[in-house]
């Protein structure tokens, strides 16, 4: 079992910068993908992008693509996205999310941090 607790959320202007964290507890994360989620008010739930554990492989949106940045830190068993050039339409809750790296769905969400970006 892994448990994920989502941190580093707040109020940024436009063009500003914020870094979440996803820390896991429970388990390793070996063989497992750590997605990145937002959803804004009144909007689907969107995926950010993602990271291979094991492989440091990344995935993103092509929303964020070039602004944002997933990375981990095996020693704290924890996950981080590095958002830069925020926009007002970056805002939403973000989660994040784990998945055993041979299955399609998450089975594991954490309970998300609110961004919110001022223009």
């Known amino acids: 079992q892994v448990q994920l607790v989502e941190s580093g959320g707040g109020l940024v202007q436009a063009g500003g910068s914020l870094r979440l964290s996803c820390a896991a507890s429970?388990?390793?994360?070996?063989?497992?993908?750590i997605g990145w989620f937002r959803q804004a008010p009144g909007k689907e739930r969107e995926f950010v992008g993602g990271?291979?554990?094991?492989?440091?492989?990344?995935n993103y949106a092509n929303s964020v693509k070039g602004r944002f940045t997933i990375s981990g830190d095996n020693a704290k068993n924890t996950v981080y996205l590095q958002m830069n050039s925020l926009q007002p339409e970056d805002t939403a809750v973000y989660y994040c999310?784990?998945?055993?790296?041979?299955?399609?769905?998450?089975?594991?969400w954490g309970q998300g941090t609110q961004v919110t970006v001022s223009t």
């Open positions: 999310a784990s998945r055993f790296i041979l299955r399609r769905d998450y089975d594991y």
């Open positions: 990271i291979a554990w094991d492989s440091s492989g990344t």
């Open positions: 429970g388990r390793t994360l070996s063989n497992y993908y």
